[in-house]
Antibody, heavy 121, light 108 residues
Framework: QVQLVQSGAEVKKPGASVKVSCKASGYSFTDYYIHWFRQAPGQRLEWVGWIYPNSGGTNYGQKFQGRVTLTRDTSITTAYMELSRLTSDDTAFYYC??????????????WGQGTLVTVSS | EIVLTQSPGTLSLSPGERATVSCRASQSVRSNYLAWYQQKPGQAPRLLIHGASSKATGIPDRFSGSGSGTDFTLTISRLEPEDFAVYYCQQYGTSPRTFGQGTKVEVK
């Protein structure tokens, strides 16, 4: 079955960087976009950006421009999100989720289980 | 960006009752690219509806979506115990993808 499995929880100090992985299985990894979202305590879900694994092309939310980098390793069907210059406002669950194939627009399905990133001194 | 506003914030109902959740967009959603998700505590969101009214794979018939333009509705015809959760709408027609603030469906 189609599945996305994320790396484990992280605790980081302010100013540090964090890198979260998202291992895909059960489908052709290079044919579907991978989106990243986050959900801070008490806040609505927020889109971080997407990567198209086939080309490596990316698109980032304006709020995260300059701080986030999405990459992928097609040999191990894994996508990565790296967020730098962390502050306490970045404490949240981070989710990867599959998007549509190229040329289509669809909702996000499935989602990874989420990775809690805690930023604390 | 498109702002989505859901109502009500909380819905208190009993199993077997009908649930109706509204989602209003600050501007028209392109091609009615509006999705609904269910999220239970400690879990990731699960896609229920896409394209405003198309059910995702494996979603029970009691879930339905409707609407167009700026006004959308999620209806659960008869609540089952496993349906008590938080529901979010999402528009994916215009970047950035945005979400509503969520509606909690709780047991009355």
């Amino acid at each position: 079955q189609v599945q996305l499995v994320q790396s484990g929880a992280e605790v980081k100090k302010p100013g540090a960087s964090v890198k979260v992985s998202c291992k895909a299985s059960g489908y052709s990894f290079t044919d579907y976009y991978i989106h990243w979202f986050r959900q801070a305590p008490g806040q609505r879900l927020e889109w971080v950006g997407w990567i198209y694994p086939n080309s490596g092309g990316t698109n980032y939310g304006q709020k995260f421009q300059g701080r986030v980098t999405l990459t992928r390793d097609t040999s191990i069907t894994t996508a990565y999100m790296e967020l730098s210059r962390l502050t306490s406002d970045d404490t949240a669950f981070y989710y990867c989720a599959r998007g549509a194939p190229a040329g289509r627009s669809e909702g996000n399905d499935p989602w990874g289980q989420g990775t809690l990133v805690t930023v604390s001194s | 960006e498109i702002v989505l506003t859901q109502s009500p914030g909380t819905l208190s109902l009993s199993p077997g009752e009908r649930a109706t959740v509204s989602c209003r967009a600050s501007q028209s959603v392109r091609s009615n690219y509006l999705a609904w998700y269910q999220q239970k505590p400690g879990q990731a969101p699960r896609l229920l509806i896409h394209g405003a009214s198309s059910k995702a794979t494996g979603i029970p018939d009691r879930f339905s979506g409707s609407g167009s333009g700026t006004d959308f509705t999620l209806t659960i015809s008869r609540l089952e115990p496993e349906d008590f959760a938080v529901y979010y709408c999402q528009q994916y027609g215009t970047s950035p993808r945005t979400f509503g603030q969520g509606t909690k469906v709780e047991v009355k």
